[in-house]
């Protein structure tokens, strides 16, 4: 079977992106899936952050997803998203987690690369099919829906520390920040800095190029927070170099209003499965124009 990294590659080479959505219950997790296949995703990544993973359970989490890939014959990596320090990383990947995300861009910089470092290093002695992400750069935002966020170039992503950082860690995928948030804003128009994008890929270009020689492995670029963005923003930011894009609040909010909609309709209905049904095509009415948004263009 193919690992992500060899999905991602073929997403980077054709041009395309693989999607990246959480899920904190079986029901979410079995639409997202159904979804990507339907609409003709290559593959799909699923991911739980901590608080999502602590609900549903990390191994729980990765029985369910093995069991649904098997059932859709269909290649589904679990991620571990976000996870903010090492202990938690070797836990996803002791449960059996395919990927797991160290989010330590909010340490000082070379604290980041130690702690990164040691989640890639860890993450290649228990399977080298493994694929990390690091993140650089001050993602703002939650996965919830906001008023407003200030956004300031300083938070983003430099493009001479992605190099740096890269060459370091050695990291499979890098997310980066260009205008991006976490969440989705009511009061003001989110913005992707594309021009800024294409610095940061022309730096990693250059870090890829010491990667073929070390290691045979390429770095796939992650847009982060693409809930709320411009159709055209995320096919220009695909067009320019990103490969895996995270959504994540449009599902929880197409969920959340789904229910409530079923609850409104029928309100002395009580089995779950009746009620949680209808919200599940909402969700993949979600996922599947996100995933026909990403291979679009191609
Ligand atoms: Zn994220």
Known sequence: MLNLNDYLKKAKNGHYAIGHFNFATADVLRGIIEAAKEAGASAVMVGTSEGEAGFIGMKEAVVL??????EYDFP??????????????????????????IDASR???????????????????????????GELGYLRGTSEVQRKIEISPADYTQPNL????????KVDRLAVVFGNIHGIVTEQTEKLDIEHLKRIVLAVN?????????????????LHGASGLK??????????????????????????????KAIHAKPDE?????????????????????????ISHV
């Open 65 to 70: 997803v093995a069991a649904l890939r098997e």
């Open 76 to 101: 589904v990596f679990l991620n571990a998203d976000h996870f903010k320090n090492f202990e938690k990383c070797k836990e996803a990947i002791g449960a059996g987690y395919d990927s797991v995300i």
């Open 107 to 133: 340490l000082p910089y070379h604290e980041n690369i130690a702690v990164t470092k040691k989640v890639v290093d860890y993450a290649q002695s228990v399977n080298p099919d493994i694929s990390v992400e």
């Open 162 to 169: 992605a190099f740096n950082f890269l060459s370091h860690t």
């Open 206 to 222: 250059s870090a890829r190029s010491i990667f073929h020689f070390w290691r045979n492995r390429t770095v796939y670029l992650v």
């Open 231 to 260: 159709d055209e923003d995320v096919v220009a930011s695909i067009k320019a170099g990103i490969v895996n894009v995270h959504f994540n609040t449009e599902l929880r909010v197409a969920y959340r209003e789904g229910i409530e």
């Open 270 to 294: 009580a089995a779950p499965y009746k009620y949680l049904a209808p919200a599940i095509e909402d969700v993949k009415k979600v996922v599947s124009q996100k995933i026909k948004l990403f």
